[in-house]
């Protein structure tokens, strides 16, 4: 494996001292009664049902055709948008054009373990995931044999990263004007027991995911929808649930994904403001050096004739 030569590396198959410490050694009820304080409020002060602000800009990578930041408190993402190329080696035609995703996490992104520069089965699947979110929503039929690159990058997790890198892609693909059939927008809860966690932090996925009793429900759902057509682009559940406690996620789940389309709405059009006022601005400064090579070219005239 790949060393990062610029950080001391411990050796491979060392132990963290962590797991020696009292907090490792603490049990899955002791867990659970930290999560909640005594007025049913969170570590953070958030109700059940609340989650948490979001801050996104677009434009944040230069490099890129595209690109959008996502911040939910502790939660960072960049995404990054190219040009739709041709795909190389390809032996058959493909009407519809490929999507090409993939996820990176930090490596000193993730509180509970140092990441690796390889790519791990989290990643892999993370990105698999992000493929098939977007694949609805994009108009792959205008862009045939050709295959559009998406990236993302993890700076920080604290839970809820594949709803935040799933809103961070569509702010990149709009800023990146792929033409897309809607606004994507997604949200993310925890299940423990009978507690609903609205946009988990990354404590209550972790214990979610540890629930000891397979009878009860526990695990993490994420889900995508597209705010105009009122379809769901993509669900994804790690975990056990019942019929009940499924449907009942899924409706908090879409009025979740309904309050975060005002604020992608707003980001869109403060770009669109953005990208106006800086096309005014180039237009005029066109026409200055217009009216300066043109007077310029008038005493060069008089300068010739008067020769």
Excluded at 49 to 59: H, I, K, M, P, Y
Excluded at 97 to 109: D, H, L, R, T
Excluded at 157 to 178: K, P, Q
Excluded at 234 to 261: A, F
Aim: hydrophobic share 40%; aromatic share 8%; glycine share 4%.
């Amino acid at each position: 494996m790949p060393l990062d030569y610029r950080r001391f590396n411990g050796p491979e198959d060392s132990i963290s001292y962590k797991r020696f410490t009292s907090d490792y050694l603490r049990t899955y009820d002791e867990l659970l009664k930290e999560l909640l304080n005594k007025n049913g409020k969170r570590k953070d002060g958030r109700a059940m049902d609340e989650a948490r602000s979001l801050f996104a800009r677009t434009g944040m990578v230069s490099q890129a055709k595209g690109s959008a930041y996502v911040e939910l408190k502790k939660t960072k993402v960049v995404c990054s948008v190219f040009d739709p190329r041709e795909i190389v080696h390809q032996n058959e035609f493909s009407e519809l054009g490929q999507i090409y995703c993939e996820v990176k996490f930090a490596p000193f992104s993730c509180p509970r373990k140092r990441r690796s520069h390889a790519p791990d089965a989290e990643e892999r699947a993370l990105s698999a995931d992000l493929k098939k979110a977007m694949e609805p929503v994009i108009c792959r039929h205008l862009f045939p044999n050709f295959q559009l690159d998406i990236f993302v990058y993890i700076l920080e997790h604290d839970g809820a990263c594949l709803a935040a890198a799933i809103n961070s892609v569509g702010l990149a693909l709009s800023d990146a004007a792929v033409p897309m059939y809607d606004v994507i927008s997604a949200c993310s809860v925890a299940i423990i027991g009978e507690h609903i966690f609205v946009d988990p932090t990354e404590d209550e996925e972790h214990l979610a995911l540890m629930s000891p009793d397979t009878d009860t429900n526990h695990g993490i759902v994420t889900m995508c929808m597209l705010h105009n057509l009122k379809q769901v682009s993509d669900y994804r559940q790690i975990g056990s649930m019942d019929v009940e406690c499924v449907t009942r996620v899924m409706s908090i789940l879409e009025m979740e994904c309904e309050k975060i389309i005002p604020v992608i709405q707003k980001v869109v059009v403060l770009n669109v403001v953005k990208q106006f006022d800086q096309h005014k601005r180039l237009v005029e400064e066109a026409k200055l050096r217009e009216e300066a090579l043109n007077t310029k070219v008038e005493e060069w005239k008089s300068l010739l004739n008067g020769g």
